[in-house]
């Protein structure tokens, strides 16, 4: 069991501009979570997958957002045109599922948009 | 509306003190957990509490959940320095493994 594992750990980046994360969940697990978090908050859900099924996405979420989860591994979130209201830390969490609420977190994505 | 309430919102003391923190919600929740974080690192999971007045213990930590699944508290005995951070709560409801998660207490712990 390694974890769940983010990359990059930090990203700058101009207003404007595209990023992407990669998220990579514990293997056996086949559900995956991303949030967005500011800073003394609790995780804001944005989306979650299901093996590669994602099977839900937050009504707050902006369509400059998507995500994926090709072959039900990896996951990755993508934003386009970056604004400064998009600066916050970007977690993602897996879960076994199977009756399994507990949730697995990797060390997050701090993003700023200048 | 934040379904699940934690308090205090924040709390500063000093080394040795006992603390104890609350999540309360008007919603009942089928388990609940407690998670705690430091900065520029992901949320910890410490305990899943399942059971209406379930009572765990994690060394000097002490989660209770309410008999009616709807609140849950967190109390450290003689705390340390070591215990600083962000501590989240997180509710179960469904089946969709969804959490409905709290604001978070953010604990300091002064030597």
């Known amino acids: 069991d390694t974890g769940v594992s983010q990359n990059p750990r930090h990203k700058i980046t101009k207003r404007g501009q595209n990023v992407t994360f990669r998220c990579d969940p514990i293997?056996?697990?086949?559900?995956l979570y991303w949030y967005r978090q500011t800073l003394g908050q609790g995780p804001e859900f944005l989306t979650y997958f299901q093996n590669e099924a994602q099977l839900e996405k937050s009504r707050l979420l902006s369509d400059r957002f998507s995500a994926e989860r090709p072959k039900g591994s990896f996951s990755t979130l993508e934003i386009q045109r970056t604004e400064q209201g998009d600066s916050a830390m970007y977690l993602c969490?897996?879960?076994?599922?199977?009756?399994?609420?507990?949730?697995?977190f990797g060390p997050g994505t701090r993003l700023t948009v200048t | 509306t934040q379904l699940l309430e934690q308090s205090p919102q924040f709390l500063s003391i000093q080394e040795g003190e006992n603390l104890t923190v609350y999540c309360n919600s008007s919603?009942?929740?089928?388990?609940l957990q407690w998670y705690r974080q430091e900065p520029g690192e992901g949320p910890v999971l410490l305990v899943t509490?399942?059971?209406g007045g379930e009572v765990k213990k994690l060394k000097r930590l002490t989660f209770q959940f309410g008999d009616a699944r709807k609140d849950s508290s967190l109390h450290i005995t003689a705390a340390q320095p070591g215990d600083t951070g962000l501590y989240l709560c997180?509710?179960?409801?469904?089946?969709?493994?969804?959490?409905?998660w709290g604001a978070g207490t953010k604990l300091i712990i002064k030597p």
């Open positions: 969490a897996s879960i076994r599922g199977q009756g399994s609420y507990e949730q697995y």
């Open positions: 293997s056996e697990h086949n559900r």
């Open positions: 997180a509710g179960a409801r469904g089946s969709n493994y969804q959490l409905i």
């Open positions: 919603s009942v929740f089928s388990s």
């Open positions: 509490v399942v059971t």
